[in-house]
């Protein structure tokens, strides 16, 4: 069977089928049914009629009940009926003007007599009425996210999956780059190396404690070579001439090449007996050359520092098998512990902080953007302003439903770096998720901002697209802001809501400050403000938009 509801001020009136609503109020129109509902509702709202079932639905209307009026207009319309079936052809017009002078004075009167009880009491229910359109707004948003669950799954689970794509791709060090290696005093190093080793454990086997059989100078190329092999991220690849190695280069084939020297070990030795009067044929004779493809300059460079390390550690073994002092052979720089993090810190460690950060404001702002074109479009939100409902109650509930789904996000990306990458926070636990949280409820702000001024999901994400790789580039994930030049770009990368906190959400989990550091709390300050400012924006465009 066929129903209608009539609803006024956000209250049901009535719902039955039409036939029995035209037959219950003598009309032969829906729309003078509808006009005798909302005149009998003004009545019942002012306060006019005296019966008790009126001051009953008063009562309750004040204590924010949602009771159906529907009961109290039925008895209204009854009595009504029964003074027009002694003349329904008739309309006295005296009788009514002397009926709307008495409902006027006494509306008069009451309002003289109860004026402060009833502001008071009209504050409650506005109160009331305010917190219940919120709840109401944010249920049918909670119950929107329920029906679509692969939805609602992608969307928890998106930053964690970004995060981990992001990690797994950044930060490690790249393996097993192709180095050429000419060895002019071992031509053919890869058999006589292994033949000297051999050698080397033969006659460590019949020597004296008094003899160091290891502090052997002969082919010490074999040994830095070996060294820089052990590391994992240089492959050395035999090369027979210094010609053949260059043309590979040129093709593509090797990152770069060594070079060693004729009498390269008789010369270090050389070298390390006379220091600083060795002649320059010693000197020269004593070095290894190194040619890089520097056009792959994050290549390069790594392999350039593991290229430092390996010989440091060479020579340091060399010197400790001969019996000498290693600080001799080390640089005239002595590394301390460090005050914040540890030697052994990588990329990862710089990256991880900004890289959730980032993208727990990304993926809120673009979800907020999708979810309110799509409610525009359906009418879900002309329906509810037109029911009453106003934009700040709107942005409140976006902010409850969507803010509750940026802290399940930031507590699984958290979990999962823990369990995998064995995160660590030195400053508070709070303090941490209180800056992640801040910065999705001000990429919900901001997507709630571009929802408003965009008519179309496309032309949204294209500018969620636009605005997403401008952040991550000048916030300082990828590479510091202090690179950048003050005019204009750094003073640009400072604008963005993200780069302060940036900084702060890296103090917290390395340092250990807390948010009244006052490295901390600028970002804190700066990111509160934007979403204050996208919140006033979107409020004016909204009222200019629906005015």
Known sequence: MNSIGVMRKGRLLVEDSPDALLQQYNCDLLEKVVLQLCRKDENISGGSDSGSNNNVSISSQRNCSTKNYSRELMDGES?????????????????????????NSRRRSSIKM????????RGCMNICNFLQRIQGLSIIMWLMLFRRPTFTVMTLFLPTIQLLLTLGVLGTDPKELRIGIVNKEVPNYVENCLAQEAITRDLAKYTTSLETPTCNFKFLSCNLIAELSRTGIIDAV??????????????????????????????LANLVVEQKFAE?????????????DMSSYLGAAIAIRTTFEAYGNYVKNLAISCGLDEREFQLPIMYREPV????????????????ILTVIFEV????????FIGDRKQGTLDRARIAGLKFKEVLIGYVLTQGSVAVGQTFICYAVMKIIFDFHVLGSIFSFFFLIILGGLCGLSMGLLLGILFQDEVAALMMGLLIGPTIILWEGAIWPVEALPWVPWRMVAYSSPTTLVCASIRSVISRGWGLTHPYVWPGVAVLSGYTILFWIISICFYIRKYK
């Not at 914040?340 to 890289?355: A, F, L, R």
């Open 364 to 371: 809120p702002m673009l979800i907020t953007t999708i979810l």
């Open 340 to 355: 914040y993090g540890t030697e052994e810190s990588s990329y990862h460690d710089y990256v991880t902080p900004i890289i």
């Open 114 to 121: 109860d004026e402060c009880d009833n502001n008071t009491k």
């Open 79 to 103: 009595l009504e009926k029964g003074n027009n079936n002694k003349s329904k052809n008739t309309y006295n017009v005296y009788d009514k003007f002397q009926e709307n002078l008495e409902l």
């Open 280 to 292: 320059n044929e010693t000197i020269e004779g004593s070095r290894v050359s190194l040619r890089m």
């Open 238 to 267: 035999p090369m027979q001439s210094t010609e053949l190695a260059y043309e590979q280069v040129k093709e593509g084939n090797l990152w770069g090449y060594f070079v060693f020297p004729t009498n390269y070990s008789q010369h």
